[in-house]
């Protein structure tokens, strides 16, 4: 281990040879891509909203095929139950003929997690899962087993269809450090998707970083730090969702139901240390966080009776919050 | 090296832009309370322009640009910029992501981490490439504009016109700001000279005549004023302004004098009244006399007294009149005439004594004593300064005090020559009271008038001031309706008694019971102004000029009623006059376009305007509960019970409900 210069110049390194592995299947979604590896790399979980078709999955497989780690996938659906998940108990025959209950790891068991299409379970299978989100092992028959670390879990959900879907609760979605929004790629990126997928023999990607290395830049990027000041930033932006309080702008007052927990202010100022990272500094700066407070906190904020009747979206809010906390620490 | 050592280039830095934030705090700041002064001080230019403020505001002036200015830097210096806002501006400008701001808050940490370290020696290797110019760049003050507006506004209106007192000592900045006096006669302007001069001659005349006919020695006093002030003008030698200020002199001592007068000719009508309770009705005369005294009617009161000195009249009669009049004067004469006629009979008496050399000592010693308690109440009596009315009033009470001692010395004698001689001088008193009763009303429309004139000097002051001739052809017409009006007065009781004709006309024709009135005089319209004595609209009537005159041709402004005439009848069959805040004004309310009310306003709305009895809370949690039993009972699909639920939630009640 080197100086904490250099280990930082190896973070930038890594993260940049990940970015490039996983660009070689993956166009466009600068922002998403960015999105994931700071909740990864912030020791979180990451949930990915976007219409089908436009890359999640790929992403997500190829960013594990790039970081060396195992990867699982489920794809969920109503009868899904628990116990496909987090696994079972099984008989079955030792050498000498006994039998015996052993534990069958279920896909959770791996260390990026592909949840498709998370909101098609029903609620006690999300449970399952999001139980190990947080606590990072299961319990199977009075028994705890832990599951291998790293342990990402990248969910997504469509936010087109209603039929048959049971939308996560708030409480639930309190739990994955980032929301990201997979946008529709330009005209750009669709030219060269299409091109790039009509070619004829898909770009492999290589293996770049290993468990161990995504270990250390875990721990770095824990170890980045963030003054004071900084820490108010993301407290200030923190205290302005929630409408009762002083320092509210009128927008929060009037939309939002329920601000963000401190579950946000975590989630802003440990993925912002990524960025600071990332970019070669020793510590986050106010832009850092102005930068991740629309994934952290965009499903932390509930919106009351007139916000869902506008249909008002929560980045509007964020944003206005943001320019309003901006504009304050500028006098 | 301590981090605190190693951080203090950037305190450098910081130190340099916090100055340049300083200084263009205090160049904001004092460019604002410049322009701030600049509005102050113009707006009392604007105030000594017109008027309202004394020419001695010029001195302020220097003041309060000082004291702005001083101000303004006290107020730019007070500001504090922390070393952190200091070094985010370095930070935001040289895009240094904050790591100037970071590097000085870990130096304060006493057991700072690698990462702190790190921090901070990162940020002094940028600090060559920070620009304190680049974080805090000079800029023109926000608010220079502003400042320029005000000055150019300062400038024209000091310019426009020098301040019209040139008032010589009192400083420097009078000295240069004041300009000589003009000319005063170039000020005024060939019509409003005609207009000011036509007003003020009107007002001389009518005040001339009402000095002739009852002896005013105040009103002689404002007489003389008035001329000279009207040959002052013709000549040239004021001002519309000194006009003004000395008509506003005139204004209220002519106030004063009729306020005055009034009071007191308003106390003798009630004492006449109450006089008159304590009276007989013997003779029909007495009765005449008691009813139009008891009515505030002195002009018949006077009526009555005469026909008291009808030579037809029984022994009898004279008689009664003669104990009548008495008891009248008597009850007339005030507490010290009473008293001095008292002390005057005691003398008389005691006088009629010492002659006969029957005066004891001590009666020689009351005489003198009542002499000199006589002396020293004629002394005060002379001392305490009449009115125009107790005056008249003391003479009246003298001639009925004279025509009932002569009525008594002539008894049974047919020669009555002198009695009538005294009642005929008690009745002429009682006419001028009347009279004066008239020209108390007369003397407040004068009031009016006076206020008219005023008015008009200041409009000619502010006019010239402004340069602007605009309103010269209105003023004029307007000052000229004043004299003619003023004209009017004096004719208006010639005039009354064919206005009367003329209206008993009028209402034979219409229908209505004929006016009962003396002279209240109403010019005519071409057409009636009025039916079954509704006033019209529009119609205005004017004071006391003949039916058809050029004046009484003038169309009207809307509202202003009739005027009463010189007669006191209050029954006025064209109606009350209109009240001036009749006057209506079209208002035009411009509505604004907007998006209409957005969803949710249409819903609260709605609810808002609704008539619930029952709080919302709890009518949700009655329902709730229903909700779910509902729910459980019906087949609602798994994945749509999830947005029930949700939007039972969301139209839950609020935490402030």
């Keep these: ?331 | 090296m301590t981090p605190i050592q190693t951080v203090r280039p950037i305190y450098r830095v910081i130190r340099r832009v916090r100055l340049r934030m300083v200084a263009m705090a205090v160049a904001n700041r004092v460019v604002l309370m410049l322009a701030l002064g600049l509005i102050t001080s113009t707006a009392t230019v604007a105030g000594i322009r017109s008027g309202l403020v004394s020419a001695n505001g010029w001195q302020a002036i220097p003041w309060i640009l000082g004291a702005a200015s001083v101000f303004g830097v006290i107020w730019g210096l007070s500001i504090r910029i922390s070393d952190l806002i200091a070094a985010k501006w370095i930070d935001d400008a040289n895009l240094f992501a904050d790591r100037l701001g970071n590097a000085i808050s870990f130096a304060t940490v006493t057991a700072p981490t690698p990462f702190m370290v790190a921090a901070i020696h990162d940020a002094i290797n940028r600090l060559p490439t920070a620009n304190p110019a680049v974080a805090a760049p000079w800029k023109r003050p926000r608010h220079l504009w502003t400042l320029a507006l005000a000055a150019g506004a300062f400038a024209s209106l000091a310019a426009l016109r020098p301040p019209l007192e040139h008032r010589e000592g009192n400083g420097f900045f009078t000295a240069t700001l004041s300009p000589p006096p003009k000319e005063l006669k170039a000020k005024l302007l060939p019509g409003e000279e005609q207009e000011l001069t036509q007003t003020i001659e009107a007002l001389r005349a009518q005040l001339e005549d009402q000095t002739n006919q009852h002896d005013l020695s105040e009103t002689q006093k404002l007489l003389a004023e008035l001329k000279e002030l009207l040959e002052e003008i013709r000549a040239g030698k004021t001002n519309p302004e000194d006009a003004m200020l000395r008509l506003e002199d005139l204004e209220r001592r002519f106030d004063k004098w009729t306020n005055e007068e009034g009071q007191k000719l308003d106390e003798i009508k009630e004492k006449l009244r109450l006089a008159a309770e304590k009276m007989k009705e013997d003779t029909k005369a007495l009765e005449q006399l008691k009813n139009a005294l008891d009515q505030g009617d002195l002009k018949a009161a006077a009526e009555a007294l005469k026909k008291m000195a009808d030579p037809k009249l029984t022994q009898r009669e004279k008689e009664r009149q003669k104990k009548e009049l008495e008891r009248l004067a008597n009850a007339l004469k005030d507490e010290k005439t009473r008293q001095m006629e008292q002390l005057k009979s005691e003398i008389d008496r005691l006088q009629k004594k010492e002659e006969q050399n029957r005066l004891s000592s001590r009666e020689q010693d009351r005489l003198a004593k009542k002499k000199k308690e006589l002396a020293q109440l004629q002394k005060e009596k002379e001392q305490n300064a009449k009115t125009n009315a107790e005056k008249q009033l003391e003479r009246l009470t003298k001639t009925l005090d004279q025509a009932a001692s002569e009525q008594q010395r002539n008894q049974g004698d047919e020669q009555n020559g002198e009695e009538q001689s005294a009642i005929d001088r008690a009745a002429e008193e009682m006419r001028r009271l009347s009279d004066a009763e008239q020209q108390k009303q007369t003397m407040r429309r004068m009031q009016r008038k006076m206020g008219a004139a005023k008015d008009l000097a200041k409009r000619s002051s502010m006019k010239q001031r402004g340069g602007t001739q605009g309103e010269n052809g209105a003023s004029q017409n307007g000052g000229q309706q004043l004299g003619q009006d003023a004209q009017q007065e004096q004719d208006s009781d010639r005039l009354g008694q064919t206005k009367r004709r003329r209206l008993e006309e009028f209402m034979a024709r219409s229908g209505s019971k004929p006016f009962k009135g003396n002279g209240g005089g109403h010019n005519g319209e071409k057409k009636p102004a009025m039916m079954d004595g509704i006033p019209g609209n529009g119609a205005k009537t004017a004071m006391g000029s003949d039916p058809g005159d050029s004046q009484g041709q003038q169309a009207g402004g809307q509202g202003e009623g009739s005027q009463a005439g010189s007669e006191p009848d209050h029954r006025d069959p064209l109606g009350e006059t209109t009240g001036l805040d009749s006057k209506r004004q079209d208002t035009f309310v411009a509505g604004q376009k907007t998006k209409g009310p957005s969803r949710s306003e249409t819903i609260f709305g709605a609810a808002g305007e609704g008539f619930a009895g029952t709080s919302y809370k709890t009518v949700y949690h009655d329902y709730e509960s229903v909700i779910e039993e509902d729910m459980l009972r019906e087949q609602i699909p798994a994945g749509h019970r999830r947005y029930i639920e949700r939007y039972f939630d969301i139209i839950g009640p609020q935490r402030d409900q």
Excluded: W
Aim: glycine share 8%; charged share 25%.
């Design chain 1, 1 to 331: 281990m080197g100086t904490v210069q250099q280990q930082v110049e190896e973070f930038k390194r890594d993260y940049t040879l990940i970015q490039n592995e996983v660009r070689k299947v993956i166009v466009g979604q600068q922002d998403v891509l960015d999105g994931v590896m700071a909740g990864m790399l912030g020791g979180g979980h990451c949930l990915l909203e976007g219409v089908p078709g436009l890359g999640k999955t790929k992403m997500v497989h190829a960013l594990a095929e790039s970081l060396d780690l195992s990867f699982s996938r489920i794809q969920f659906t109503p009868d899904l139950m628990p116990s496909d998940i987090i696994g079972t108990n099984m008989i079955v025959e030792d050498q000498q003929g006994r039998k015996h209950f052993e534990f069958q790891p279920g896909p959770v068991f791996g260390n990026i997690l592909l949840a498709d299409e998370i909101n098609r379970a029903t609620p006690k299978t999300q449970s399952a899962l999001l139980e190990a989100m947080q606590e990072g092992h299961v319990t199977v028959a009075k028994r705890q087993h832990q599951i291998d670390r790293p342990f990402f879990v990248l969910a997504t959900q469509n936010p087109l269809e209603m039929e048959g879907t049971y939308p996560l609760p708030e409480a639930q979605l309190d739990r994955f450090l980032f929301k990201l929004r997979v946008p529709f790629p330009t005209r750009a990126e669709l030219h060269a998707i299409v091109t790039r997928t009509t070619h004829g023999g898909e770009a492999t990607i290589q293996p770049v970083v290993g468990k161990a290395r995504i270990f250390a830049m875990i721990a770095l990027a824990a170890e980045c730090e963030a003054a004071p000041h900084i820490v108010d930033t993301a407290i200030q932006i923190i205290e302005a969702t929630h409408p009762e309080h002083q320092t509210a702008p009128p927008i929060s007052k009037k939309y939002i139901r329920f601000g963000a927990s401190p579950r946000g202010g975590q989630a802003i100022i440990r993925t912002a240390k990524v960025l600071a990272l990332r970019a070669g500094r020793y510590a986050i700066a106010d832009q850092d966080v102005y930068d991740v407070v629309k994934p952290a906190l965009r499903h932390r904020i509930i919106l009351n009776f007139e916000g869902e009747a506008e249909n008002i979206d929560r980045d509007l809010i964020l944003d206005e919050i943001v320019d309003v906390i901006r504009k304050k620490k500028r006098i």
